[in-house]
């Protein structure tokens, strides 16, 4: 039963690393028994992130008090980051099935194009969004199928579907950006605002809590991170380990389809690559979100977490003055620690 999938994600999604940490010896004798104790009794396993966001929340509000601590600010980090957060959530679920899933963010630049093209050709925004979710799943559906029966590894799968995604979305919008059709009522599903903060934060809401339901209390959640833990021993188990992973790529593909829509309402405009650049905070976040919360596997809650954290350091230096690669760099750094953090609490786990 120590057999592992040919496709382990870095994170070990596995249901048995909640607590995250080796016990103490026997009695909790000597100090590296302590010194766990003290780790255990802080939180430090599993909510370090937390400290670390309240930490860079004290420099920036000490530093620069006068541009972070605003209403505004506040506003921007969340309604900013609605987007990448859905698209990170959504890459949760194949990465818990043990699969990679690189086509997310193009599947997400795609579904802006597609969205965007329906309403320049005077199509009901309804029609539109409900159009464009069908062919996020419809694409979903084949990187399923060339994974599950053409059994191609599903990081090479994805990739190359990713790559498609780019050539369609430039195809779409002609290699240019579409601005025209954009009615008022489907703008205000991205502009509006609610309670003093934007309405992609709530759908984010909304996306997070469902996702949380179905991964942390229904059998479902569970055969996923069975599945990822071990496939073989899940497929054993009784599991239909192919029917699981083909339903959370089209699970994926949907989200992100979802994401594409709220960005093309909220920016009011497609361009032909607007998708790839949300592909790295997403890993990003996912990743160094499987050191927090459920420790040793990816959830919804560490996700959040960490989008949190590093828009905050990001946006703090950028008001700070910082150049403005330091969105790249901060996130770059956070990929390498946050899997080489994941491995570790694995080991250990």
């Known amino acids: 039963m120590t057999t592992q999938s040919s496709e ?4 070990a999604s596995r249901g048995g690393g909640a607590d995250g940490g080796t016990p103490a010896g026997p009695g909790g004798l000597g100090p590296e028994s302590a010194r766990r104790r003290r780790v255990v009794s802080l939180g430090l396993d599993r909510f370090s992130g937390i ?6 929340i004290v420099l920036f509000a000490l530093w620069i008090p006068d541009t972070f601590l605003t209403e505004g600010n506040l506003r921007i980090i969340a309604g900013d980051q609605a987007i990448t957060a859905i698209l990170a959530i959504g890459l949760i679920v194949p990465l818990a099935a043990g699969v990679f899933d ?4 193009g599947v997400m630049g795609f579904s802006v194009a597609m969205v965007s093209y329906q309403l320049s050709l005077g199509i009901s925004a309804t029609v539109a969004i409900l159009t464009t979710l069908l062919c996020g799943a419809l694409i979903g559906a084949v990187n399923g199928f060339v994974v599950v029966r053409l059994k191609v590894d599903s990081f090479i799968a994805t990739l190359g579907m990713s790559s498609i995604m780019l050539a369609g979305t430039y ?3 002609d290699g240019k950006q579409i601005t025209e059709g954009f009615t008022d009522g489907f703008l205000g599903l991205g502009s509006g605002m609610f309670l003093g903060l934007p309405l992609p934060f709530y759908y984010m809401v909304v996306v ?9 209390k229904t059998p479902l959640g569970r055969y996923l991170y069975a599945t990822g833990g071990n496939r073989q021993a899940a497929r054993l188990a009784g ?3 192919e029917r699981i992973m083909f339903g959370s790529l089209v699970t994926s593909a949907t989200v992100a389809a979802l994401a594409g829509v709220v960005l093309a309402a909220k920016l009011g405009t497609a361009a032909p690559d607007i998708g790839p650049s949300y592909l790295l905070p ?3 976040a996912v990743f160094l979100g499987s050191t927090q919360i459920r420790a040793g596997r990816v959830n919804v809650l560490g996700t959040l977490v960490a989008i949190y954290l590093l828009a905050t350091g990001v946006k703090g230096l950028q008001l700070a003055g910082a150049p403005s690669f330091v969105n790249d760099l901060f996130n770059g750094l956070a990929l390498i620690i946050a899997v080489a953090l994941a491995a570790r609490t694995a080991r250990r786990s």
């Open 208 to 216: 997070a809590a469902v996702m949380y339901v179905l991964l942390e």
């Open 102 to 105: 690189l086509s997310i963010a």
């Open 239 to 241: 599991l239909r380990v």
């Open 171 to 173: 195809w779409v919008t």
């Open 8 to 11: 382990e994600v870095p994170t």
């Open 51 to 56: 400290y670390v966001w309240v930490a860079i």
């Open 282 to 284: 997403a890993f990003s």
